[in-house]
């Protein structure tokens, strides 16, 4: 099995599911600058989109989408309990938490990141991230992960996601649940493994 992936982008979160998962894994770096692999690859050819993350399975079969491929990891080793069981709503929340940060937060950071982004709406963008913040905040009261106890894939990709925050200067001190489940996160053993192995962490 095959990740590919580019350092501290949202291919962090399947990065982070599969070491949590207990799968092996090879991990294949794709420039999100160049869209090449490191041995000068086009990685368009792997991916027609040149987004990450990418996994491929050792069939050749190919699986794009974050939400899709955090999930389907998680379903190989039901023994990590990552995601709840598929037909229950424990997993229908769990989907729902994958659908407002993929599309509330993640594709919200986007005009933060882009150069041609006019300064005039960066306010704006930090200011609709906030809102979403607030939300989760107020879910992640009395909780230590959003489906309560238990570590799940959406707290990876909420981890992925709002570790962007420091280079977009987005101030998040005023959601202490956010950064507590933050800092909660990182401390997790595979996490910390993720990190390191993507230059993320010294």
Excluded at 13 to 32: C, K, M, N, Q
């Amino acid at each position: 099995m095959k990740l590919y992936y580019s350092n501290g982008a949202c291919s962090l979160s399947p990065h982070i599911v599969l070491r949590e998962a207990g799968i092996p894994f090879d991990l294949v770096r794709a420039s999100t600058k160049t869209h090449k692999l490191d041995d000068g690859t086009d990685y368009y050819t792997i991916n027609p989109t040149g987004a990450v993350p990418m996994l491929e399975l050792d069939n050749g079969e190919r699986l794009s989408e974050g939400p899709a491929i955090v999930q389907y990891i998680a379903d190989l080793a039901p023994q990590s309990k990552l995601a709840p069981a598929n037909g229950t709503f424990e997993r229908a929340r769990l989907q729902e938490w994958l659908n407002y940060i993929t599309s509330e937060l993640h594709k919200g950071y986007s005009p933060l990141f882009r150069p041609d982004t006019p300064d005039a709406y960066k306010p704006i963008a930090q200011e609709n991230l906030k809102k979403k913040y607030a939300h989760i905040d107020a879910k992640l009261a009395g909780r230590d992960y959003l489906m309560g106890e238990t570590f799940t894939v959406a707290d990876a990709y909420l981890f992925t996601v709002t570790s962007w925050a420091k280079y977009v200067n987005l101030d998040l001190s005023e959601y202490k649940n956010v950064l507590a489940h933050l800092a909660r996160v990182a401390a997790r053993p595979q996490v910390q493994e993720a990190l390191k192995a993507e230059g993320l962490l010294k």
